[in-house]
């Protein structure tokens, strides 16, 4: 899915006004998986709300195949995944992922079945645990599987691993790379963490503080996986730190 981004500006009222973003003008082709970084309330999550129609833009316009935020999401097209994995506590794993195909049936000619969605994240032998019974990553799996069974051209994640350990955490970012490769869904990676920007994504945003500008937009062509002691990878690791550098100095 291509998402156009054009003059795109947002404020908040709170009662005052709070501008967090200001004028983004950005193009991601379909299958690029792109990370957003920037400072602590820069407009990161903002831009995801923007794009998934949960927020109607001050001014500005988003695009998503042609079609606007709220007409691709009514479609289905759009999938998010947040820091809470926002499962269904009565529900078994297996019924998790059961009711999320259940509801987009209509729409998908061919869908993935429950079994190989959770083979897929390594939980079919946890089909009949409920949610409360699994550990953080576990519960994050279960919510990549419901990811993946929507099928959805657009996937919106919202720092879905940041309140795991580091393990944890890398052996997710591991998981979710495999996961992506196969289709290539267009990805929005918001996240804090310059390291795992830099194993993931074939792009990186940098947005100054608020209100947020683009100040940086940097190509990451190593192929996978990434080796950090790779001279490639430290060379672009400087050049992230110093836009972000750049972002709070200029900007904030």
């Not at 299958?31 to 949960?54: D, H, V």
Request: some cysteine; hydrophobic content about 50%; overall charge negative.
């Amino acid at each position: 899915m291509k998402v156009e981004i054009s003059a795109l500006s947002h404020t908040f009222f709170t009662p005052q006004p709070r501008p967090a973003l200001l004028d983004l003008t950005l193009t991601i082709p379909s299958g690029q998986f792109t990370a957003i970084i920037g400072p602590s309330g820069c407009g990161k999550s903002t831009l995801l709300r923007l794009i998934a129609s949960l927020l109607q833009p001050t001014s500005g316009h988003i695009r998503l195949n042609g079609q606007t935020p709220a007409e691709a999401n009514a479609a289905r097209q759009v999938a998010w995944l947040a820091q809470s994995p926002a499962l269904l506590p009565w529900l078994t794993v297996e019924g998790n992922i059961a009711l999320a195909r259940k509801l987009l049936a209509t729409r998908l000619n061919h869908q993935m079945s429950v079994h190989e969605a959770l083979q897929r994240v390594g939980l079919e032998d946890a089909a009949q645990a409920y949610p409360f019974t699994l550990s953080g990553g576990m519960q994050q799996r279960l919510a990549l599987a419901r990811l993946l069974i929507q099928n959805a051209g657009l996937w919106l994640m919202d720092e879905p691993f940041a309140a795991l350990d580091e393990i944890t955490r890398e052996q997710l970012a591991e998981m979710l790379l495999e996961l992506w490769q196969p289709a290539q869904p267009t990805v929005l990676w918001v996240t804090h963490n310059i390291y795992e920007a830099l194993r993931l994504a074939g792009r990186i945003i940098v947005l100054s503080a608020a209100p947020g500008q683009i100040v940086a937009d940097i190509a990451v062509d190593l192929p996978h996986p990434r080796r950090e002691d790779a001279p490639a990878f430290q060379d672009l690791l400087r050049e992230v730190r110093a836009a972000l550098n750049q972002a709070v100095e200029v900007y904030a």
